[in-house]
């Protein structure tokens, strides 16, 4: 069974950084889409970056929310079994729950370009686990 645990959330005061983990287990995919996503209550869940990863091509493709770019980076260490989100430069509106989710196993071509497809656009259709998220104030 795939188990996702984010841990690294916390309050922190705008300009700062925090950096997010997301332990995976049970979690092998050859071809597969990571990624992190916010909620504030009242308001729509919205992603943050994703991570499409190839073992078979070694690629590699990281993809952001224009909100984030040039603060935020995603990475993934394979030898930890973990995604992380490096968040730098902290704004207010970064506060909000944030949740790790990964893509369900692929079993053709043709899931395969859909899971690329949909995680090189920050969507949510492809991705079948989830944590239970964790909370990260900005506040001064």
């Known amino acids: 069974q795939v188990h996702l645990v984010e841990s690294g959330g916390g309050s922190v005061q705008p300009g700062g950084s925090l950096r997010l983990a997301c332990a995976t287990s049970?979690?092998?995919?050859?071809?597969?889409?990571l990624g992190w996503f916010r909620q504030v209550p009242g308001k729509e869940r919205e992603g943050v970056a994703t991570?499409?990863?190839?073992?078979?091509?070694?690629?590699?493709?990281?993809t952001y929310a224009e909100s984030v770019k040039g603060r935020f980076t995603i990475s993934l260490d394979t030898a930890k079994n973990s995604v992380y989100l490096e968040m730098n430069s902290l704004k207010i509106e970064d506060s909000a729950t944030y949740y790790c989710?990964?893509?369900?196993?692929?079993?053709?071509?043709?899931?395969?370009?859909?899971?690329?497809?949909?995680?090189?656009?920050?969507?949510?259709?492809?991705?079948?686990?989830w944590g239970e998220g964790t909370l990260v104030t900005v506040s001064s």
């Open positions: 989710a990964a893509s369900e196993r692929e079993k053709t071509a043709t899931e395969t370009l859909a899971i690329m497809t949909s995680c090189t656009g920050l969507g949510e259709s492809r991705l079948k686990h």
């Open positions: 049970g979690y092998t995919y050859s071809r597969s889409c």
């Open positions: 991570i499409y990863t190839d073992v078979y091509t070694g690629a590699s493709r990281p």
